[in-house]
């Protein structure tokens, strides 16, 4: 490589376009090594950390100290060095930088309901004043929730969103957040068992018609909407399509028959959970789900919706055996919880039940769309198939009905 010594013109060239163009700019017009340019820049004392700076500059800096180094740097045409010397000098000291964590922890603590990742990201870039790859934003979130922080993730609309659910316990009503907004009339269901034998498709129908009849647009589905594998040595008996995309394509066909703009909002029961731990390890069936139905949200394992804009539904899917009354084990569950929501769906017995409370609450048992299956046959209940329908909903009233379809 040849080292053309600089002609009297380039070098005034130079003089008078540092600072005001950038010196890769300056390179191209002097076809010049970009490397060779800079060490030029530094040799005729005008290298970005020594030169002057002006009054111009100088108010930049001032008006706008809390940009980011790096993007005052590009701004101004000097070095991250020259800049911090500069601020450091002027008294104008840097507001502490937020970490990519402390940014997203940031945002998340500030949001009412999951935010849509792309929101997430853009307000993170816009607090840090740079542009985040989605990767190391992915990253970031995935050591903030091993590290224990209660992230969840919530597929809707073919789109993820982010809510931090436990936000601190000295406002105990806000200890769980909400996850979503819906209203009455709505139905409340679980445990449909899509792909076992015992799946009702005339109880599905009696349901179809009855959200055409009411016009109804939100159906919270409280777990084990699949049959799943992996659940009980003799499954199999139950099963009437055992692969799990069959089941997935099934689910879709399912959701999909319901008239449009039906939100399905569900919850991992049981059944999909031992999927998850049993058969294709890890593997999120209603994760999948969802992300083939835009009508389908998904919220992982316990689940707060806002009801009619002022109460709240907490949904979880149950677990455990026999008790000498199945009701028993919904008041269980509600005297144990230290945030006590206006309603209270829990699933997995296949009862259907409302049970009032004081101040207008309610424990329901949520039903299922299964005609029977060994496990619970093996327990001794009988199954009720049917679901809630709750028309209203308030401080005061609340309009519900058990629905028994009269099929089989
Ligand atoms: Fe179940």
């Given at each position: 490589?040849t080292?053309?010594t ?13 600072g ?6 300056m ?7 970009f490397?060779?340019?800079e ?10 950390n020594?030169?002057?700076w002006?009054?111009?500059d100088?108010?930049?800096l001032r008006e ?10 590009k701004?101004?045409n ?8 500069k ?9 502490p ?7 997203i922890l940031?945002?998340l603590q500030g949001v ?8 997430l990201l853009?307000?993170i870039?816009?607090l840090?004043?740079e ?8 990253r970031?979130?995935?050591y903030?929730?091993?590290?224990g922080?209660?992230i ?8 993820r969103?982010y ?15 909400f996850?979503?907004?819906i ?5 409340i269901?679980?445990?449909w ?12 129908k009696?349901m179809?018609?009855q959200?055409?009849e009411y ?18 040595r003799?499954?199999?008996v139950d ?27 569900l919850?991992l029961?049981g059944?999909?959970?031992k999927l ?6 890890g ?5 999948a ?14 689940a707060?919706?806002?009801l009619?804009?002022n109460?709240?539904?907490l949904?979880?899917?149950g ?12 008041e269980?569950?509600?005297r144990?919880?230290v945030?006590?929501?206006?309603i209270l ?10 049970i009032?409370?004081?101040?207008n ?10 005609r ?8 001794g ?10 028309r ?6 609340s ?7 009269r099929?089989?």
């Open positions: 490589m080292h053309k600089y002609s009297k013109e380039e070098e005034e060239y130079i003089r008078s376009n540092v005001k163009m950038t010196t890769r700019d390179a191209s017009h002097l076809n010049r090594p490397l060779g340019v060490r030029k820049i530094e040799r005729m004392g005008l290298s970005n020594d030169r002057e002006s009054e111009k100088t108010i930049f706008h100290k809390d940009w980011s180094i790096g993007v005052l740097s701004k101004l000097r070095s991250k060095d020259s800049i911090a010397q601020k450091k000098r002027e008294g104008l000291t840097d507001p930088t937020p970490s990519l964590r402390d940014a940031n945002i009412e309901l999951p935010i849509l990742e792309s929101s853009e307000r870039e816009a840090l004043g542009k985040m790859e989605l990767t190391s934003f992915r970031e979130l995935r903030l929730i091993e590290e922080y209660d969840k993730e919530v597929i809707s609309d073919f789109d969103y809510v931090l659910v436990r936000h601190g316990i000295t406002r105990p009503e806000a200890y769980y957040r996850l979503v907004d209203n009455t009339p709505l139905i269901t679980a445990d068992h899509l792909g076992s034998i015992g799946f009702s498709e005339l109880a599905l009696e179809i018609k959200v055409e016009k109804i647009k939100d159906i919270v589905v409280a777990g084990d909407i699949t049959q799943g594998r992996g659940v009980h003799v499954e199999l099963l009437k399509t055992p692969n799990i995309d069959d089941q997935i394509e099934d689910a879709v066909r399912v959701f999909n028959s319901f008239p449009q703009g039906t939100r399905f909002h919850l029961g059944h999909e959970e998850k731990g049993n058969v294709r390890v593997f999120d069936i209603l994760r789900i969802a992300l083939r139905c835009p009508s389908v949200s998904y919220y992982g394992s316990v707060k919706l806002r009619n804009k109460y709240s539904l949904m979880i899917h677990s455990g055996g026999t008790s000498y009354a199945t009701s028993y084990k919904i269980k569950v509600w144990e919880l945030d006590k929501p206006d769906v829990m699933g997995h017995l296949h009862q259907l039940a409302v009032p409370k004081q101040f609450k309610l424990l329901i048992m949520a039903g299922t769309l299964q029977e299956n060994a496990y619970l046959i093996n327990k209940y009988i199954p009720e198939v049917g679901w809630i329908l709750l209203d909903y308030n401080s005061e009233t309009d519900f009905k058990e629905v028994m379809p099929v089989f």
